[in-house]
Structures are given as C-alpha cells and as structure tokens.
C-alpha cells in the first residue's frame, strides 16, 4: 500500500522494537506526550507522513481541571479501602491497602495507587476489572474517576460513550488516542 496519509501510534517502547516499525513505515516516530494538551501523562510515539505542526510548549490543565464535583459522582465510585497517605507534595498521594483473607497484603501495585489532583494524571490504560481504574484523592477521600472525567481526560465530549456500559466506557477511553493530539497533528 501506498496510503497518502498515515497515522500509527503506540506506547512507548524499546529501541529494538521501535525501529523495527520505523524501518517498515519508513519514517520515524514523533514523541508526543498528551500532557501537551490536557491533564493527562500519556506518552506515545506517532509514526505518519502528514507534517505535524510545531508542538506547544506545556499545558497547565491539571487533574482539579477535569475533576467532576463531589456531590455529582455517584457513591460506587467513592472507595471505602483503608488508605495509607503519602506527602502531598507528590503526584502519587497514597496508596490503597488491600488484604487477602489471610490479613496478608494483595498487592501494592499501580491498581492501588492514589494520585493528587493537583498534577497530571497518570496514563489512562483499558481497564478490564480488578480495581484497575485510576484514583485521584478528592476531599480527603480516594474515589475512582468517573467515565466522563476519562472521556474528559482523552478530550472526548461529557458522555459521548454513555451508550455503553461503563466497563466498555473506560476499556474504549483507555484504549484510545487522545483527541487534542490528533486534532493537533
């Protein structure tokens, strides 16, 4: 195929892996962080022929920014987990402690992790269950986000997925290119 135009984008990813795609596209890729554009931190690398436009500098959007008001997110999104706070200086404002029936820890990864509104919000991912969904700490509570503080975070409209469930809301936010960035380029 000889495409006029084309668009790739991915995580990303080692140097190995990203010249074997850059020697089949036969262009390089563009680094293009979406924290550019809004309050979240999703580096990618885009590969494309179309002459993207000089980069803006920075963005002050934050994650207060997209923050829906308390009394609006519903109560299943509010966690009732123990929480072991942190500074509050940080990005990473604490974690969620979660036991296994033996009264061990399960785990104390990424799914657990309490961000500041105050800062970028880590990248979104395809949430597919188990807790994965990115927490923010919000008048001294941790909640998850809401499907719409996601869409808000991929610059997509207030409930343009509220077709779906919001299982499939978030796995398709996580799993998609943040509009601002390719309105952008």
Not at 96 to 107: A, I, S, T
Request: hydrophobic share 35%; with cysteine; glycine share 6%.
């Amino acid at each position: 195929f000889n495409p006029k135009y084309f668009l790739l984008e991915n995580v990303v990813m080692d140097e190995a892996s990203e010249n074997i795609v850059t020697e089949e596209l036969g262009v390089s890729p563009i680094y293009i962080n979406s924290d550019l554009f809004g309050a979240q931190d999703r580096p990618r690398l885009y590969w494309t022929n179309i002459n993207i436009p000089e980069l803006p500098s920075e963005c002050s959007i934050v994650t207060r920014d997209i923050l829906q008001p308390p009394s609006d997110v519903a109560d299943k999104h509010w966690l009732d987990d123990e929480f072991e706070s942190f500074d509050g200086n940080n990005r990473m404002v604490g974690m969620l402690k979660r036991f296994k029936p033996d009264g061990k820890r399960k785990y104390y990864d990424s799914s657990a992790r309490v961000y500041n509104k105050d800062f970028k919000m880590a990248c979104l991912t395809a949430v597919s269950g188990g807790g994965q969904h990115k927490k923010v700490l919000q008048d001294g509570k941790p909640r998850r986000l809401t499907p719409i503080e996601y869409e808000r975070l991929q610059g997509v409209p207030d409930d343009y997925t509220s077709m779906v469930a919001d299982s499939h809301r978030y796995k398709m936010l996580g799993n998609g290119w943040t509009v601002d960035v390719i309105a952008h380029i």
